[in-house]
């Protein structure tokens, strides 16, 4: 394995397998402690995490050489669809002790998972709720730089612009993952996301597209702004 560097993400970091196999990381906020099956690596006195970006969404838009996720340190983060935490795991190590996540599920089976994890991640804040009702909420999240959302509705536009309206800095930056089948199993995953696409340019400013195939079969991700 090559040497880990720094990547062209903000608080990400990379290394090459072969020829071209491209392996992600984040520094380990909690060093010698693992969250799911990721592989820890140390080098210069410092502990890595790899990414799987057949795990996580966000890894996969990396992989698939998304720009930039304008997730950096010090930032605020409200995580809509937090699940068990694989993610929000890794945007916690980009954040930094100085930044925040509020991490919204309506499972509490993984919830419970989750607010384990925060016991050891103090940058974390597990919130059991109903994304589509985010005045449920309002009173337990403040402004945010970042709204990052993976919901399996089949309103998952509606919920993302809701929370974006509450809770966005009007500088911020909005992450949307879209689950394809989600919204209509009978129809292409393509003429699914197009058809959202024109529907979220009519509120948001849509910086990088990414669909995340083949790592996550049906997936996209859009990153927005708003107007």
């Excluded at 040497?3 to 290394?15: C, D, G, L, M």
């Excluded at 392996?23 to 909690?30: A, E, P």
């Excluded at 890794?90 to 994890?117: E, N, T, Y």
Aim: a positive charge.
């Amino acid at each position: 394995m090559s040497r880990i560097k720094q990547s062209k993400i903000f608080e990400v970091y990379e290394s090459f397998r072969g020829i071209n196999r491209r392996i992600i990381y984040t520094q380990n906020l909690t060093p010698g402690k693992t969250v799911y099956d990721e592989s820890l690596t140390t080098e210069n006195n410092i502990e890595y995490r790899e990414w799987n970006p057949r795990k996580s969404k966000l890894a996969a838009a990396i992989v698939k050489d998304t720009n930039n996720i304008f997730i950096r340190s010090n930032n605020t983060i409200l995580y809509l669809g937090s699940s068990t935490g694989t993610t929000v795991s890794h945007v916690s190590d980009i954040v930094g002790d100085k930044g925040f996540i509020f991490a919204v599920d309506s499972a509490p089976r993984v919830m419970r998972d989750l607010v384990f994890m925060a016991e050891h991640r103090k940058n974390i804040a597990p919130i059991l709720a109903n994304a589509n009702k985010p005045s449920e909420y309002q009173d337990k999240v403040s402004l945010v730089d970042v709204v990052y959302q993976d919901i399996s509705q089949r309103n998952q536009l509606q919920i993302f612009l809701k929370n974006v309206n509450l809770f966005l800095k009007k500088d911020g930056y909005a992450l949307l993952v879209v689950k394809a089948n989600s919204i209509d199993i009978t129809r292409k995953p393509k003429a699914i996301f197009n058809e959202l696409r024109q529907d979220l340019e009519k509120e948001m400013t849509i910086i990088d597209y990414k669909i995340l195939e083949p790592l996550q079969l049906g997936h996209c991700l859009f990153i927005c702004k708003n107007k």
